[in-house]
């Protein structure tokens, strides 16, 4: 990532406008970019010894390198209609003592090919529901955590966890902040009765309330609330009084995510009426509201769905330049290995990235045959590096310096794309963004298409893949 000095001077990073004329006129499907390649682009041809090999060249020699750790515990006490996470829905707790034994065996696994030579700076507990977890559990899975990796102390790391404030009273929240945990991320979407009858997540004000004065009570450096717009009967008026009560509440961050409507991928979504969601006129009127609401409250604009407060870190890791993006979204730090544990559970070791299978029973009998529960991965080109660090440069901090990304990557720039240069000028004549032979800018109208610009450097969609996979870019 190209250092501050590379900023414009007078660039204002987190500035953002609403077009929706534009948007209605461009908004179509496209990926997220948690990784580029995307996952789509796995393959069985990455298998558990190219995996090995790599892990033992990564970690094996030198200093110890900073390391990721991603959690994914799949269990939910009910079904949310509109989530499209790998879950398994179930009451039974003893499900999940079964599931930790297993997470125990893929840990020994991994930290016997990582050794020494890597310490834990970040840790992430997604989902499913991670506090679906009782009390004892969560002391299990982060005991075992700490007992097979070295972790950095709890002041310098990023320890971090999903919430379903339904599920969680303060007793747990001090045992989490006890645990080392001091981030955590907390689902609403929406308070309004109507809407939460219709996704089947009833979830009062109060209990998301309590959740975080118990947070800020125990020392939790960081708490970020989830919402969804495009929801079914969801109103500008429901709508703009969620969130009139989550501003009021002060979270850290928020996330204002784009409710993707695949039934034919997520079966839980056919549970949801077609005939009320609203359409893309009132869809987008959500987002605008939101937006309006989140910077005159004084929340900034980070990038894709994501505010935060201006002192928060990821809003100065903007503006200094040294913001990233990672499976969980966008992160303070560079970008580290990332280790990922459980069913689903996506990682990033150097060049490569891994997948672990998706079903617990795949997942159990792998590792009861002794084997890592790796099902496909991807080793990286040349290109595909140069690619995945434009792309994350331009969803960071819109611009790009193409000098000093030519020199970093031996590069003639214009050649090396000239033919994604070509394709920019239509989005430079819509006003999204300004190019030169120096420079490469997404304008504060173009910056909510941003995916749209990222999509244009992605080389496997040039061979002429579908999107219809992807969501809406908005």
């Not at 948690?34 to 970690?59: E, I, K, M, N």
Request: some cysteine; proline content about 5%; hydrophobic content about 40%.
């Amino acid at each position: 990532m190209p250092s501050p000095s590379l900023l414009h001077p007078g660039f204002d990073v987190q500035a953002l406008s609403f077009d929706k004329a534009l948007i209605e006129q461009l908004a179509g499907n496209g990926p997220r970019y948690t990784s580029y390649p995307t996952a789509d682009r796995f393959h069985a041809g990455f298998d558990v010894t190219a995996y090995r090999t790599l892990a033992w060249q990564r970690f094996s020699a030198g200093p110890r390198r900073p390391l990721s750790l991603y959690v994914h515990i799949p269990f939910c006490n009910t079904i949310c209609y509109y989530c499209g996470c790998n879950k398994i829905i179930t009451k039974d707790k003893a499900k999940a003592e079964v599931y930790l034994d297993y997470l125990e065996r893929e840990m020994a696994m991994q930290a016997e090919l990582i050794g020494s030579g890597a310490r834990v700076e970040q840790l992430h507990f997604g989902g499913g529901t991670p506090t679906f977890l009782s009390d004892a559990q969560l002391e299990r899975l982060v005991g075992a955590l700490r007992q097979h990796f070295d972790f950095a102390p709890d002041e310098q790391g990023e320890y971090s966890i999903e919430i379903d404030p339904r599920k969680v009273n303060a007793e747990t929240v001090a045992l989490l902040a006890c645990l080392g945990f001091n981030r955590m991320s907390i689902g609403v979407q929406d308070f309004d009765p109507a809407v939460q009858a219709a996704v089947n997540r009833i979830q009062s004000e109060a209990e998301t309330l309590s959740v975080m004065k118990a947070a800020r009570a125990h020392g939790f450096r960081s708490i970020s609330i989830d919402l969804i717009y495009g929801l079914p009967r969801q109103t500008t008026a429901g709508f703009s009084a969620t969130l009139d009560k989550v501003i009021a509440a002060r979270p850290d961050r928020l996330s204002i995510y784009s409710y993707a409507h695949l039934p034919h991928l997520f079966k839980p979504q056919r549970r949801i009426a077609e005939a009320e969601l609203p359409t893309l006129d009132e869809k987008l009127d959500l987002l605008s509201l939101a937006i309006d609401k989140l910077t005159g409250a004084g929340y900034v604009y980070i990038g894709m769905d994501h505010f935060a407060l201006p002192d928060d870190e990821l809003a100065q890791a903007q503006r200094a330049g040294t913001l990233h993006r990672n499976f969980q979204g966008y992160s303070t730090r560079d970008d580290i290995d990332l280790l990922a544990l459980g069913v689903s559970g996506i990682g990033k070791l150097g060049d490569s990235y891994s997948q672990n299978v998706k079903s617990t029973e795949e997942y159990y009998a792998l590792l009861d045959a002794g084997q890592l529960p790796l099902f496909r991965g991807l080793q990286l080109s040349r290109d595909d590096e140069i690619r995945r660090a434009l792309i994350q440069q331009l969803m960071c901090q819109f611009a790009l310096d193409l000098n000093a990304f030519a020199t970093q990557w031996r590069i003639d720039f214009a050649n090396y794309f000239a033919k994604e240069l070509a394709s920019l000028q239509p989005m430079v004549r819509l006003g999204l963004l300004t190019l030169d032979a120096q420079r490469l800018q997404v304008l504060p109208r173009g910056r909510l298409l941003v995916r749209n610009i990222a999509m244009l450097f992605d080389r496997y969609l040039q061979q002429g893949q579908p999107l219809q996979r992807y969501s809406k870019v908005i």
